[in-house]
């Protein structure tokens, strides 16, 4: 049976008016954008997709329209032609993902048809979070055009193929950018107790995506996804901080080693994004760091995304770094460090021990100061142990780079022999 098209046109009319929504037209360009964090199972209401006809039908002629979608079922249909000379016939297939239906060319036509369009309007379910591309194919045959493929098919009608209707890219953006402050050994009040310029280390950004929708067709928000449980942790060193400000915000809690900020407190609805700046107390050395941000999500009834972790940053020190790749001490040899320091103060210093994999190793005392225009040497055999008599040496010195140098050396006394290596910097090598 037929249906008239003036009536069909006039039911499109009325949804796209009561859900301000627009058409997609199926070529790939511009398709909807609905959340990724939206549910499977997710109902779209009234979605309109616009497919062109290409193909010139003649009076009397009857074919039959097909429109499929693959990640979608499709309900509540109506089609419409922009021509006046097609009638198009009663949907089949409506709660599935494949409808089609007859289109009959008037008995008077007179006007080419190839560059009107169809209107298909449907509730559209989200099976899955991929895109839902569809086709819209004109058939000699109904069964044809119910089963689709290549039998029957008018080659080149309709959309040529499979094109995105709906997308579905990520409503937030969680991403960090990493980024470097420099703790400075010649800060006025003590060795790293300051920055060389501020404590910026990074920047981090929690925010909605614009232009993203929620399935109301509205822009989706930070609000939607999350309840207030949400919150976002700066990991790292925090034992020299007064304060840490993400955009000028400080967060609800400041331990050591970790900043919580929380969704709705800290956080504002509509998110931050700005930089990380580690507040220093000037009282306390400022550690080398890396700085991780992590987003501990709680989502709302109807969406769902995972947790995230990204790199914001890190503290690096502009101090003397050296390193003896390969420490030994075997027996009958004195195996021993040199510390040089060329400037006017007294430098402090520290050693870290390094073993390969299934060895240990321990050294104390680990600290000590180097004196002014001095140098100081250290008998390894005095504090180190290893269970293989051999490992790696770092040396940090809270020192300009260029008043410290570093030799390792190992001595036979009784032949006379001895074997010196400057100690490398890491990174320069």
């Known amino acids: 049976m037929a249906l008239n098209k003036k009536l069909l046109a006039g039911a499109i009319a009325g949804l796209l008016f009561s859900t301000s929504a627009s058409a997609v037209v199926l070529d790939g360009v511009a398709p909807y954008k609905y959340a990724l964090e939206l549910v499977n199972g997710t109902d779209l209401l009234a979605r309109v997709a616009e497919a062109p006809l290409n193909y010139n039908f003649s009076p009397n002629e009857v074919r039959y329209g097909r429109f499929s979608c693959n990640g979608a079922t499709l309900s509540n249909i109506a089609v419409s032609t922009t021509s006046p000379d097609i009638d198009l016939g009663a949907v089949n297939g409506n709660g599935t993902n494949t409808i089609f239906f007859s289109m009959t060319g008037d008995p008077a036509l007179v006007n080419p048809t190839a560059a009107e369009t169809m209107d298909i309007t449907a509730d559209v379910e989200l099976l899955n979070k991929g895109s839902v591309t569809c086709e819209f194919a004109i058939y000699d045959l109904p069964s044809q055009a119910q089963m689709g493929g290549p039998d029957g098919l008018v080659i080149d009608s309709g959309t040529d193929g499979y094109k995105a209707w709906i997308t579905r890219p990520s409503g937030y953006v969680f991403a960090g950018t990493d980024g470097e402050a420099v703790a400075d050994v010649e800060d006025p009040l003590g060795a790293y107790f300051g920055f060389v310029g501020t404590g910026q280390f990074g920047a981090l950004q929690f ?45 609800d809690a400041l331990a050591d080693d970790a900043a919580v900020y929380e969704y709705t407190s800290a956080i504002p609805a509509l998110g931050l994004n700005g930089p990380l700046v580690f507040i220093e107390t000037g009282a306390d050395a400022i550690m080398e760091s890396e700085y991780t941000a992590t987003l501990d999500v709680s989502t709302n009834v109807g969406y769902e995304t995972s947790d995230r972790t990204d790199t914001v940053g890190e503290i690096t020190r502009n101090g003397t770094q050296l390193q003896a790749p390969l420490v030994q001490l075997p027996q009958g040899w004195l195996s021993r460090i040199a510390i040089t320091n060329t400037g006017a103060l007294a430098r402090a210093y520290s050693l870290e021990l390094m073993t390969e994999t299934g060895r240990t190793g321990t050294i104390s005392p ?64």
């Open 207 to 251: 925010e909605a995506v614009p232009g993203v929708w929620d399935k109301d067709n509205a822009d989706i928000t930070l609000a939607d996804i999350f309840d207030a449980d949400t919150t976002v942790t700066i990991d790292g060193d925090f034992t020299a901080a007064a304060d840490l400000t993400w955009n000028l915000v400080s967060p």
């Open 366 to 429: 680990s600290t000590g100061t180097v004196p002014a225009n001095g140098t100081v040497v250290i008998d390894l055999a005095d504090i180190v142990t290893f269970s293989q008599n051999r490992g790696t040496i770092n040396l940090n010195v809270a020192a300009p780079n260029n008043q410290i140098q570093g030799l390792y050396q190992i001595v036979n006394p009784v032949a006379g022999s001895l074997s010196n290596h400057v100690m490398v910097r890491p990174g320069t090598n």
